[in-house]
């Protein structure tokens, strides 16, 4: 089985700065892409930012320049700092990886977290 949970969520003024954690967890021999989507009342979930393997990284244009997506392979950590948050960033937030959970078995699957509120209010 394979779990993700994200955590550092809440509740921050205008202006200021979460980060958000994600740890995946159980039979894993490989993670992928990691990436985290966003998902706002009565809106679509949207892509907030992804990053491989390698460092490589993308971010939706709504975040570019506030956040960094990074990762700790060997952790199976990945991690979001959010930076001079406003209220249209008002979300929940979900983790998600591309994983191979052994090396015999060549599947890559999507895996997704329960989400975390993030709620940017005075």
């Known amino acids: 089985q394979v779990q993700l949970v994200e955590s550092g969520g809440g509740l921050v003024q205008p202006g200021g700065s979460l980060r958000l954690s994600c740890a995946a967890s159980?039979?894993?021999?490989?993670?992928?892409?990691m990436r985290w989507y966003r998902q706002a009342p009565g809106k679509q979930r949207e892509l907030v930012a992804g990053?491989?393997?390698?460092?490589?990284?993308t971010y939706g244009d709504y975040v570019k320049g506030r956040f960094t997506i990074s990762r700790d392979s060997a952790k199976k950590m990945s991690y979001l700092q959010m930076n001079s948050l406003n209220p249209e960033d008002t979300a929940v937030y979900y983790c998600?990886?591309?994983?191979?959970?052994?090396?015999?078995?060549?599947?890559?699957?999507?895996?997704w977290g329960q989400g975390t509120q993030v709620t940017v209010s005075s």
């Open positions: 998600g990886a591309d994983i191979q959970v052994a090396a015999w078995h060549k599947e890559v699957r999507s895996y």
């Open positions: 159980g039979t894993i021999f490989s993670i992928n892409f």
């Open positions: 990053i491989t393997t390698v460092g490589t990284t």
